[in-house]
């Protein structure tokens, strides 16, 4: 029985030359975030439906990120930047990001019917529980 050898190879070719490590850095990062472009679910709650994205994989034993958006944003327009930022690639990278957006708030969404009785905050805050249950988180931050 042959035994095995390593071999090292090296790259003849790079395919980026002269790439500076600041703009290898940059492409990685941009890379990143054109691959990671979340999965969008809608779950029914007591107070209606709710939709929420989901970026990343579940790690054992590790919360999830959850976020809930200010009044008259979107998960897009209230955390996209603070989440671009560079120095949260780290942290991002290591835990599941769950994004809800409230009723009405999220992109495309249609217009409330005539008589249409928004969720109270309390409400609002009440339908969190049922997204977790649709995703089997138990814990979050």
Do not use: W
């Not at 107070?47 to 958006?69: C, D, E, M, N, Q």
């Amino acid at each position: 029985m042959a035994e095995l050898q390593e071999v090292q190879i090296t790259e003849e070719k790079p395919l980026l030359p002269g790439q500076t490590p600041e703009a290898a850095k940059e492409a990685e990062l941009a890379a990143r975030i054109l691959l990671d472009q979340g999965q969008t679910h809608s779950v029914e709650t007591p107070y209606g439906s709710v939709t929420f994205t989901v970026y990343g994989t579940p790690k054992p034993k590790r919360p999830a990120i959850l976020t809930y958006h200010d009044v008259g944003l979107n998960y897009k327009s209230c955390f996209q930047p603070l989440f671009q930022f560079e120095d949260m690639q780290e942290i991002i990278q290591n835990f599941v990001r769950v994004h809800v957006d409230a009723p009405g708030m999220e992109e495309g969404a249609p217009v409330f019917p005539l008589g249409y009785q928004y969720p109270s905050l309390d409400q609002l805050a009440d339908m969190i529980p049922c997204v977790l249950q649709y995703l089997n988180f138990s814990t979050i931050i």
